[in-house]
């Protein structure tokens, strides 16, 4: 029975495929391994169902561990007297596909964003430079996966260099530095940043504690390691929550949601299963997802390149429309919800989010269609008032003018390229994050 974490662990990212795969090779079907959320009256049915097929017998448990802060994640299967415990959270990082990230202590790649979806090439990230250069380039993106990039950066130059940093002082500076050059890398997304004060903050406290920089150098590896299981557990949080609000919308086609969203917002913009793109998985894993449209997300296209890579690997129903195509779309599709992701959430719930995010809840709010926005508290900034207060990142007029390298645009045209756009709170209707669902008014009294 040893053997069925090994297969599972080889054989997808996606928990929905390992007992797929599990039940096909055992002659079992296990129904549903989604955590749902703990209100949810189909989660008891869900998770302590096995159906029987052919010689199948077996009991299904949810089990939280010891000061989760979390939905639980851990799946125990009694199959034929058998007793095995799944770790769904080492299941969905070891997946060989799709995963933006390599990590193993001292060892830290990034999938090249840029290639994909022709190539998947890993690149080496040795440095804090490594890092600030491919969030630059844009090898990789979205905000998560900025900040994760960022701090596993960090864990990586520290287990493998910067001896000379024999005190805590020392330590201290040396973080201070770095973190503030990704911080600085691209500065819409809030990510970084509070990721960032939040381990230079513990590191004080560390310091306080002991005068043993080795102590601390450990930590903070230790640190940075553990936001890659957090980010994940809050992804999959977030898409139950999502998946739950949009089933609620009333907005259905026999029961199932057909949802849009912009950019990307999945395993390739974050750690985990995704924001937004998580709460389209959940909706697919429930077999409440009728179809899901996106748009190309112009100038970067990571809509066309990556969101369409990310759900066509998965199977999910879907269809890739132009940026400009969004309000016929929901005059003629029956569009539930729209969903999208965040760069940063201020105070009063403005969001910014990839440019045209906008223009999508205003057409949203014309066909009286809900505009959520999916993110982790990571991407809330209690620090600004509202969206006058974030800068948006502008980039090269060569990403407009160009398309795969290919000149569209006569030469001498003046371009004005933001990379992101503010939406404002009044057209949002509900910020999903790993906590629950709040309207912006409500979310300022979580801060
Ligand atoms: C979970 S990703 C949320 C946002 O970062 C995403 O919607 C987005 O705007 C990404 O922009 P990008 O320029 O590709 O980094």
Not at 177 to 185: C, F, G, V
Not at 242 to 248: H, P, Q, S
Not at 383 to 391: A, L, P
Not at 415 to 433: K, R
């Amino acid at each position: 029975m040893e053997i069925f974490p090994r297969i599972l662990m080889k054989f997808s990212a996606n928990p929905h495929c390992c007992t797929d795969y599990l039940g096909r090779k055992n002659n079992i079907t296990i129904c549903a391994i989604s955590s749902l959320p703990k209100s949810s009256p189909k989660r008891n049915k869900w998770i302590q169902t096995v159906l029987g097929r052919g010689r199948s017998e077996g009991q299904i448990f949810w089990s939280r561990q010891a000061n989760s802060r979390f939905e639980p994640l851990r799946l125990e299967i009694k199959v034929f007297g058998s007793h095995i415990i799944i770790d769904l959270l080492n299941i969905m990082s070891a997946a060989d596909v799709l995963q933006s990230i390599q990590y193993t202590r001292g060892s830290f790649k990034v999938l090249d964003q840029l290639k994909v979806p022709h190539e998947l090439v890993y690149r080496d990230i040795e440095s804090v430079k490594d890092a600030v250069d491919a969030i630059k380039t844009m090898q990789v993106r979205g905000a998560p996966l900025i900040a994760m990039v960022g701090c596993l950066s960090v864990a990586v130059e520290l287990h493998n260099g910067q001896k000379d940093l024999t005190d805590n002082q020392l330590l201290m500076k040396y973080l201070d530095d770095r973190i503030n050059s990704l911080i600085l890398a691209r500065p819409t997304a809030v990510n970084m940043r509070k990721e960032g004060q939040k381990l230079l903050e513990q590191v004080k406290e560390w310091s306080a504690e002991s005068n043993d920089s080795s102590v601390l150098r450990s930590r903070v590896i230790e640190y940075c390691e553990t936001l890659l299981k957090l980010d994940l557990a809050d992804n999959i949080a977030i898409g139950n929550v999502g998946a739950e609000a949009i089933l609620n919308t009333g907005k259905l086609t026999d029961g199932r949601a057909t949802v849009l969203t912009h950019c990307n917002t999945g395993s390739l913009a974050t750690s985990g299963v995704g924001t937004a793109l998580g709460v389209i998985r959940a909706l697919h894993q429930q077999q409440k997802l009728e179809h899901v449209f996106f748009t190309e997300t112009r100038p970067y296209n990571q809509g066309a390149r990556l969101t369409s890579f990310e759900l066509l690997h998965e199977k999910i129903p879907s269809t890739l429309i132009c940026d400009s195509a969004a309000s016929w779309l929901m005059r003629t599709k029956n569009v539930s919800a729209v969903v999208v992701g965040a760069d940063r959430v201020t105070r009063n719930g403005d969001t910014a989010n990839k440019v045209g995010t906008y223009q999508l809840a205003v057409t949203a709010k014309h066909h009286n269609v809900p505009f959520y926005i999916a993110a982790p508290f990571s991407s809330i900034d209690p620090s600004i008032e509202s969206g006058d207060g974030i800068v948006i990142e502008q980039r090269s007029s060569d990403e407009v003018t160009s398309i795969g390298g290919i000149r569209i645009a006569p030469i001498g045209v003046s371009v004005w390229n933001p990379a992101f756009d503010v939406t404002p709170a009044e057209l949002i209707t509900g910020i999903v994050t790993e906590k629950g669902i709040f309207t912006p008014d409500e979310l300022r009294t979580k801060l």
